[in-house]
């Protein structure tokens, strides 16, 4: 008959040497594990300085198959946040950070990376082709829009990509053709606007009274065009001609890039850019946009957005996003950040000054001629 093994107790001075070695080994290992999680690293490769203090870099990227570089080098694809890149070990200093892919516009920012500190940024790449979705007034089937002959030479087939099959019809019957209830709604939102005109020079003159904006009330697609354009506690607001993107919430929960390290003017200036250090050399004399200070960071209330000496036609928040702004310039139609910190990347997405363009339930509509549109925010997966 075969016995069961038989588990004895490991003898008390083995247990008593075994405990020992745990603690033995936990002593050495902790204050490398501290050294390790407070930032601080050991580079071989510099001679002078062998323990370097260490930073990390939070990046996040409205699109998953772009690629990050870090100072040139490639930033691995990330398996845990899929729509950021989280970089760690970054050596303090100034690093530039590059998010980009083919057919989109290239994002980039300098941002300075401090000992113990992770710094935020959020890349967007629009299409470097405008991408249109033509709505048509009638149709052969879902798939197949109508467009008359005379339509062709439209900048919507000159410089954009349209989705989806077009026919440009030789005859005006349309007797075998499918009217679209999508066109009567897009007219009849295009048509709410007293004064809409899709020439630059007309909608400048009508309200040049308006600090040289041609107006926000022409397009903008709110129920009320006396609105001023607010996302959660941000508010679009025009003075003396410029843009400002204005923050209304509360000091603990501002936005990171409101923020920069509170350091010397000429600090923040090599650091951030000039435009950031007047900005706040500004705000710290004004009454009405006063600046948030803490220990170690200062904020403003208040961002002026680069329109490019530019007059901003028409200005709303980019749809879904709080952080990016819909200008439409003398040249063309814009998305830019707000973020200045370095400088603020601003991507045309449509070019052209004889159209208007209207926002509704989170979709762009264009209007050029006696065509419409919908401006797609990204390449169509084919």
């Known amino acids: 008959m075969q016995r069961e093994p038989q588990i004895e107790i490991l003898p008390y001075s083995k247990r008593k040497s075994f405990f020992i070695g745990l603690c033995v080994v936990f002593a050495i290992l902790l204050p490398t594990m501290i050294f390790y999680t407070t930032g601080y690293r050991v580079d071989l490769d510099d001679s002078e300085n062998r323990i370097v203090t260490t930073g990390g870099l939070y990046i996040t990227t409205d699109n998953l198959e772009v690629d990050v570089y870090m100072n040139d080098e490639q930033v691995q694809r990330p398996r845990l946040f899929r729509s950021a890149y989280y970089i760690q070990d970054v050596q303090s200093g100034m690093h530039r950070v590059i998010v980009q892919q083919d057919g989109l516009h290239t994002w980039v920012k300098e941002l300075p990376v401090d000992p113990y500190m992770v710094v935020e940024a959020a890349a967007f790449n629009m299409p470097l082709q405008p991408q249109l979705r033509h709505v048509s007034e009638f149709s052969i089937d879902t798939d197949t829009v109508v467009v008359p002959a005379s339509a062709s030479t439209s900048p919507f087939f000159t410089v954009a990509t349209t989705t989806g099959k077009i026919v440009f019809a030789t005859t005006s ?11 009567d709604f897009v007219q009849t939102l295009f048509s709410t606007s007293t004064a ?17 904006f041609a107006t926000t009330t022409n397009n903008t697609a709110s129920t009320s065009d006396l609105l001023v354009p607010t996302k959660g506690n941000i508010t679009l607001i025009e003075r003396d001609s410029d ?26 200036s090599s650091r951030y850019g000039e435009h950031v250090a007047e900005q706040i050399q500004t705000q710290s004399l004004s009454t009405t946009t ?73 979709t762009i509509y264009i209007k050029q001629g006696n065509q419409y549109a919908e401006l797609l925010r990204e390449i169509p997966q084919l």
């Open 173 to 183: 019957a349309t007797s075998s053709f499918e009217r679209s209830g999508e066109y």
């Open 196 to 212: 809409s005109s899709t020439s630059l020079i007309d909608r400048f003159l009508s309200e040049v009274e308006r600090f040289g």
């Open 243 to 268: 843009l400002y993107a204005e923050w209304t919430g509360s000091d603990s929960s501002i936005p990171y890039y409101f923020c920069v390290t509170n350091t010397a003017t000429t600090t923040i």
């Open 290 to 362: 006063p600046l948030y200070v803490d220990s170690n960071r200062i904020c403003r209330t208040e961002i002026k957005i680069d329109r490019k000496r530019q007059d901003v036609l028409f200005y709303e928040f980019l749809p879904g996003a709080s952080d990016l702004i819909l200008m439409q310039l003398e040249d063309g139609l814009y998305v830019s950040e707000i973020d200045d910190r370095a400088w603020q990347n601003t991507q045309q997405i449509f070019p052209g000054s004889d159209f208007t363009i209207k926002i509704e339930n989170d």
